[in-house]
T-cell receptor, first 114, second 115 residues
Framework: DGGITQSPKYLFRKEGQNVTLSCEQNLNHDAMYWYRQDPGQGLRLIYYSQIVNDFQKGDIAEGYSVSREKKESFPLTVTSAQKNPTAFYLC?????????????FGSGTQLSVL | AQSVTQLGSHVSVSEGALVLLRCNYSSSVPPYLFWYVQYPNQGLQLLLKYTSAATLVKGINGFEAEFKKSETSFHLTKPSAHMSDAAEYFCALMRSGAGSYQLTFGKGTKLSVIP
C-alpha cells in the first residue's frame, strides 16, 4: 500500500542531544513537509521541500534541520538548540504541482524530553 | 498575510444534534480551503476541500462546508452527530509563493459528542 511511514512512534531526547525523526513515502510525491503540533496550537510548519536537494524554512525552523537527498525520504533532526522539543511531529507529502491538492499525512512521532 | 482562524477550541454536541465548526480566513487572493480531521495519536485525514468551483462542498462522513466570500468564512457542518465524529478538526488554507505550496492550519476545534 502507498503511504507515508514515520518512525519511531515515540522518541525520547536527553538534554543536549540531537535526535532524528524518519519520514519515508512511496507515493512518488515531489513535495514533503514537517509540521509540529502542540495542544491548542494547531500545526505549525517547520520545513518543506519541493524537490530533491532543495528545502525551505517554514514558520518555526529554528532548532531544526532537514535533508532531502532522495525523493522518498525527508528526515528531520531536532537539535540541542531547540529548547522546547516536546511535541507531536507530523510528516506530510503532496504531488506538488497544484494548489488544490491534498496533503497525505504520516501517523506522527511523539517526542518527549527526559 | 494568509491565515485561518477557528472559533472555539472545544465544541460539545449531543448525539443526533447539528454539528457546526467555524472557520474564517484571510487571503488577498482567491483561497483554496480545506478541512481535516484528526483522531487521537494519528495523522490527519482530508474531509473536504474548496477550490473555487461550487460554494457548497460535500465531504466524507456526511460533512459539508459552505464558502461565503462576503463573510470570509468556510464553516463545517453535519446535520446529525455520531459518537464516531468525536475528534479534532482543523481548517486550513493553501498558501503559495516562489513556485511552492504550503498548508497553513488553524488551531483546531476539538469536538465532543455526548450520548
Amino acid at each position: 500500500d502507498g503511504g507515508i511511514t514515520q518512525s519511531p512512534k515515540y522518541l525520547f531526547r536527553k538534554e543536549g542531544q540531537n535526535v532524528t525523526l524518519s519520514c519515508e513515502q512511496n507515493l512518488n510525491h515531489d513535495a514533503m513537509y514537517w509540521y509540529r503540533q502542540d495542544p491548542g496550537q494547531g500545526l505549525r510548519l517547520i520545513y518543506y521541500s519541493q524537490i530533491v536537494n532543495d528545502f525551505q524554512k517554514g514558520d518555526i525552523a529554528e532548532g531544526y534541520s532537514v535533508s532531502r537527498e532522495k525523493k522518498e525520504s525527508f528526515p528531520l533532526t531536532v537539535t540541542s538548540a531547540q529548547k522546547n522539543p516536546t511535541a507531536f511531529y507530523l510528516c506530510a507529502s503532496m504531488p506538488g504541482q497544484n494548489r488544490n491538492e491534498k496533503l497525505f499525512f504520516g501517523s506522527g512521532t511523539q517526542l518527549s524530553v527526559l | 498575510a494568509q491565515s485561518v482562524t477557528q472559533l472555539g477550541s472545544h465544541v460539545s454536541v449531543s448525539e443526533g444534534a447539528l454539528v457546526l465548526l467555524r472557520c474564517n480566513y484571510s487571503s488577498s487572493v482567491p483561497p483554496y480551503l480545506f478541512w481535516y480531521v484528526q483522531y487521537p495519536n494519528q495523522g490527519l485525514q482530508l474531509l473536504l476541500k474548496y477550490t473555487s468551483a461550487a460554494t457548497l462542498v460535500k465531504g466524507i462522513n456526511g460533512f459539508e462546508a459552505e464558502f461565503k466570500k462576503s463573510e470570509t468564512s468556510f464553516h463545517l457542518t453535519k446535520p446529525s452527530a455520531h459518537m464516531s465524529d468525536a475528534a479534532e478538526y482543523f481548517c486550513a488554507l493553501m498558501r503559495s509563493g516562489a513556485g511552492s505550496y504550503q498548508l497553513t492550519f488553524g488551531k483546531g476545534t476539538k469536538l465532543s459528542v455526548i450520548p
